[in-house]
């Protein structure tokens, strides 16, 4: 557990945002490799890539500054990342809605990118979610069995406690889907399946994960109406990945019989 990785002259390198640069960097290649395949010029892709990736990061940045509303004093603190301050789900919020718009506008295959997409998503995320175990962020419940680890003093986790390192489940999880939607997508039957796969994964993942976590300072999950049962995280889950394959199951499914159509 290393927050700082190193410093030159006094500036300090935080590994949770190097270890966020190196996921973008793996995630946009695989992007634009399988992109590639798909007949779409690379400079497109790359420009999908990255307003995809300000807007994503805008959107999870957005909701963990209202859910923690006294982190953040001025308008600066806003964009420093450094250690940490994403909510992941925040960055489906906002890329999903948008990431359509910008394909639909730059007639672009929109279904085959979201498949390429879900092969480097799962693989991104879990190399940032090494990131999180080094900055503390995003830190799992106290333990008393010798699963636990403990964060040192500076870091976001509490120190000298004894804690779940669900960063750590996170990760794993996260890179057995990532191998599991790379080995599918060569025998996907439509597009955007790999996209439904890496979705439903993941949703039942965090929201088994979600029992280890610690931070819950993030909220509950409709408290008026469910009380303290589930977490923001875990109500995301089951909403999201609900609403994301009904869309994609259709559209994809129309899409899929309008050029078989066609042919």
């Not at 300090?12 to 634009?32: D, Q």
């Not at 806003?78 to 948008?98: A, C, E």
């Not at 191998?179 to 399946?193: I, K, S, T, W």
């Not at 976590?213 to 109406?225: A, I, N, Y």
């Amino acid at each position: 557990m290393h927050p700082i990785l190193f410093d030159i002259n006094g500036f300090e390198i935080h590994t949770y945002g190097f270890m966020g640069g190196i996921a973008f960097i793996v995630g946009a290649g695989l992007v634009l490799w399988r992109g590639k395949n798909l007949g779409v010029p690379v400079e497109r892709t790359a420009d999908l890539i990255f307003w995809l990736a300000v807007l994503s990061l805008l959107g999870a940045r957005l909701v963990f500054v209202l859910q923690n509303p006294g982190v953040v004093t001025s308008p600066l603190e806003f964009f420093d990342i450094r250690g940490g301050g994403l909510v992941f789900y925040g960055s489906f919020l906002v890329g999903f809605p948008l990431g359509f718009l910008l394909m639909h506008r730059w007639e672009m295959p929109a279904f085959g990118i979201w498949d390429a997409m879900a092969t480097a998503f799962p693989l991104s995320h879990g190399i940032s979610r090494l990131g999180c175990y080094a900055a503390g962020c995003c830190y799992g419940a106290p333990t008393g069995t010798e699963a636990g680890v403990q964060f040192p003093p500076g870091s976001l986790a509490p120190s000298g406690v004894n804690l779940y390192p669900v960063q750590l489940y996170e990760a794993g999880a996260l890179f057995l889907i990532a191998l599991l939607c790379n080995a599918f997508y060569r025998y996907r039957r439509f597009d955007g399946q790999v996209m439904l796969l890496y979705l439903s994964l993941y949703a039942v993942a965090r929201a088994v994960l979600e029992v280890f976590r610690g931070d819950v300072e993030r909220g509950w999950f409709l408290r008026d109406q469910l009380g303290e049962v589930l977490t923001w995280s875990q109500g995301m889950s089951i909403v999201l990945a609900a609403m994301a394959i009904a869309v994609f199951f259709v559209a994809a499914r129309r899409a899929t019989s309008g050029t078989a159509a066609q042919e």
